[in-house]
């Protein structure tokens, strides 16, 4: 049958497939090289200290500590926020929560919560941003203030917030995010134990959807009870706990999430701070920091460490996560044509190779040639160019080995975590483990698909991100 | 073909095995943690039974009822909140329940998380063995965070070696930790001038001699107010800027000199550290170079300039009132700045 065919569809068939299987087979390598070093990363980690011990050991020595909170139309969550923030088991810092220009009440729920008054704080505008309308503290506490500013976006405001820190660290946390009582303390020990290496540290987020939030406190773990954010669990929990884990332990990570990340103000400022209009604004500061850092030969620190946990609200709709998973498609692939130049450039090392790597086969190639694959390979055998022996034994390979990921992934967050309370949550996650691969996964390739194609158009709106408010999640 | 088929299997099996073990392992976690939370509640009962009826033998039978791992976790944390009589009673009983032998042994052989804590609770319980266990974790445990836990606890103990060989065994990684500004915090004054002698040498890491500064002027005060002032001019930025906030706090009859040279240097933390001490010690005489400072470069020094002005009252006030009704430059802009700072009007 393949006879009857022409010579140029055959091979031009036969190069699709290879793209295909080639970006295929560079992904698997991928993941198989990031579940060995998570496992050997773990391997080295002691077992968690309790926060009691962390503050005896720690306290006196914890460095100050700016906590930035950017809150755009956060007015059911923000005071539930703050409040959670300020009960925070630190012995050094300060919450700023950056109002950029919020069209709901946000501020005024603020005002009234906190009582806050007008203030002038001497800063400098090292980094440019919208103007500032103006600054408020509270006489309740000496740890808050707020900034009321322009709208110009989530980098602007935490550029904003970090003019007007004084702290030596900040940390970037989300308006609508819940931080765990330690989680400072935890974040702050590699700025301890190597102060002068290390430059920022990111924490683990975990999806809140489902558990009993109480006062802007976790204070029952469950998994969610909808479909969408139970699978996206499985999905954090693979992106946490394995790549970021893994990259971290050889000093290329190159994403320290913006919903929880901790860096140094110095060299922050000496990048320019967060790229504004950036749809991935955290990838590219530390892309940035990444390429300062090597351009200016200093030896440094990226690091990612589990045990702080942030706590937030996945979208619930199909809508909503589809437009952040596009989003994040156009961010990965803004930060990659922006930084082109540092992709396999043996000036950048490992940060090059492996995290630039990473980048161009998993975000930029990885959905193309993925959705390329639901296509063709079946056409292909329909056509009589691909077996179907050899379609069904791909298939099953690729989806038994996506449940094997998933699975080992659990294993690393039973090593280190166990946040899920209860036994029968595993054997949920792993049924969850199993059902993403068939549906759930597809649909997330063809949102980043959409992604690419919104970025080749130049489309650059953020899109409605309704949230129903961590304090009413589902139970 | 087959081996697709074949590896595909495989993957399953793996799958389904490590997660059914996972699953049993927790299950069995579960019911190990409610058995010892119970244990451990019974173990809190007695011991603050203890506390008023110091019935030692009733105590001993219960802490030698429970595990080796609870008794060591509830009861060190239990005599964390005792002070006095009270912490040397339920200490002896301890001891004579062996539990220093037990922790001797985690810190051994526990993991890293245990080790240090083990060194923690060893100098809390101060038994006959404890120096010798910690002086083995510094000279032999492979984590550096262990061993400067040991260090800390052997100051403690008040049996920390001489310095050198101390961070010698830390590790040149482990001196640039944080952890060993405690460990300087707790030096006892009787070696404070080993520590002012580590200080003065130029052949060790600029972290450890600034560490070692902060921690002499805070622990020894004026005592080492000449060695700060020496120590003023170092070569190295982090050291002279950690001098000058020592001088900042103990004083020094050359202090306006020093400071006033230190605010021409190169590096912008000594000349902030110089601004800020000018301001703590309150030398109205420096007010002219902290004008001068209110036009540097560097945000933070202008900051600290203007502050250390405003911190001499009236007078520096005055200043700052002059020079933010002046033309347009960076010391206006940072002198109506600070005048602003506070409540607004």
């Known amino acids: 049958m393949i006879a009857d065919w022409s010579h140029e569809i055959v091979l031009a068939a036969t190069i699709l497939s290879w793209f295909i299987i080639a970006a295929g087979l560079a992904q698997t390598a991928i993941y198989l090289l990031q579940l060995v070093v998570a496992g050997y990363a773990l391997s080295l980690r002691p077992p968690v200290a309790r926060s009691a011990l962390l503050w005896h050991r720690y306290g006196d020595v914890a460095p100050p500590i700016a906590l930035l909170v950017p809150a755009y139309n956060e007015a059911l969550n923000v005071v539930d926020s703050v409040h959670s923030m300020l009960a925070l088991e630190y012995p050094n810092f300060e919450v700023i929560v950056i109002n950029d220009g919020s069209k709901d009440d946000t501020l005024q729920r603020l005002i009234e919560a906190f009582r806050l008054v007008k203030f002038h704080r001497p800063y400098e505008e090292t980094l440019a941003h919208m103007p500032i309308r103006g600054l408020y503290s509270s006489p309740m506490t000496e740890r808050l203030f707020v900034v009321d500013k322009e709208n110009g976006g989530k980098a602007d405001a935490q550029n904003a917030g970090i003019n007007v820190c004084r702290a030596p660290l900040f940390c970037v946390i989300d308006g609508d995010s819940i931080l765990e009582p330690d989680a400072l303390m935890r974040a702050a020990q590699p700025f301890i134990d190597d102060p002068e290496r290390t430059i920022a540290v990111g924490g683990t987020i975990r999806i809140a959807n489902g558990s009993r939030i109480e006062a802007g406190r976790v204070r029952e773990i469950h998994l969610p009870r909808r479909v969408l954010p139970l699978l996206q669990v499985v999905e954090y929990l693979r992106a946490f706990l394995m790549a970021r884990l893994a990259w971290s332990r050889i000093n290329t990570l190159m994403l320290v999430s913006g919903a929880f990340g901790m860096f140094r103000r110095a060299e922050v400022v000496a990048v320019g701070g967060f790229t504004k209009g950036s749809m991935g604004e955290d990838l590219d500061l530390v892309i940035k920091l990444h390429r300062y850092m090597r351009d200016e030969k200093r030896t440094y620190r990226i690091q990612f460490i589990p045990e702080p946990v942030c706590w937030t609200e996945a979208p619930e709709t199909l809508s909503v996560l589809a437009r952040q998973r596009s989003r994040w498609q156009r961010g990965a692939l803004e930060c990659f044509f922006r930084y082109r130049a540092m992709l396999f450039n043996p000036r950048y090392g490992r940060v090059g190779f492996l995290g630039f790597g990473h980048i161009f086969i998993v975000d930029v190639l990885g959905p193309v040639a993925e959705v390329l694959g639901y296509f063709l390979i079946p056409a292909f055998w329909l056509l009589g160019i691909l077996s179907a022996e050899y379609l069904l034994a791909f298939t099953s390979l690729i989806f038994t080995y996506g449940v094997c990921v998933s699975v080992c992934s659990l294993v690393l967050e039973e090593a280190e975590l166990q946040r899920f309370p209860r036994a029968r949550d595993l054997a949920v996650l792993t049924a969850v483990a199993v059902i993403e691969n068939f549906g759930y996964r597809q649909l997330n390739n063809f949102w980043r698909v959409k992604g690419w194609w919104q970025f080749l158009r130049g489309h650059q709106g953020w899109g409605e991100m309704p949230r129903t408010g961590l304090g009413a999640a589902k139970k | ?345």
């Open chain 2, 1 to 345: 073909m087959w081996l697709i088929w074949d590896l595909s299997i495989l993957l399953s099996a793996i799958s389904l095995v490590i997660m059914l073990f996972l699953i049993a392992r927790r299950v069995l976690q579960e019911r190990r943690a409610r058995v010892a939370a119970d244990q451990r509640r019974r173990l809190l009962t007695a011991l603050i039974a203890f506390t008023e009826s110091r019935d030692r033998e009733a105590l001993k039978a219960a802490v030698l009822s429970v595990p080796a791992g609870v008794a060591i976790n509830a009861g060190f944390e239990f005599i964390s909140l005792l002070r006095g009589e009270e912490y040397d009673d339920v200490l002896a009983a301890f001891n004579e329940c062996g539990l220093p032998a037990l922790i001797g042994r985690q810190l051994e052989k526990g993991n890293g998380a245990e080790r240090i804590h083990a060194a923690e609770m060893l100098s809390a319980l101060r038994s006959e063995n404890a120096v010798a266990s910690l002086l083995s974790a510094l000279d032999r445990d492979r984590s550096r965070e262990v061993r400067i836990a040991a260090a800390i606890a052997l100051c403690d103990l008040g049996s920390l070696p001489p310095l050198g060989i101390a961070l010698r065994k830390v590790g040149v990684a482990g001196q640039r930790s944080r952890r060993l500004i405690e460990l300087f915090r707790r030096f006892p004054p009787a070696r404070f001038e080993e520590l002012r002698d580590h200080a003065a040498r130029t052949d060790v890491v600029p972290f450890i001699r600034a560490a070692a500064i902060d921690a002499l002027a805070r622990v020894a005060g004026f005592h080492f107010a000449d060695f700060f002032a020496s120590a003023a001019d170092d070569q190295s930025p982090e050291v002279a800027a950690a001098a000058l906030r020592a001088l900042g706090l103990t004083g020094h009859a050359e202090a306006p000199a020093i400071l006033a040279g230190a605010m021409k240097n190169d590096d912008w933390d000594v000349r902030a550290a110089a601004a800020d001490s000018a301001g703590r010690l309150g030398l109205p005489e420096l007010a002219a170079p902290l004008s001068r400072l209110m036009d540097d470069e560097v945000w933070t020094v202008r900051y600290a300039a203007a502050n250390a002005l405003r911190s001499f009252g009236q007078p520096g006030e005055r200043l700052l009132r002059d020079i933010a009704a002046s033309e347009v430059s960076r010391s206006q802009r940072t002198a109506s700045l600070i005048l602003a700072e506070g409540p607004a009007a």
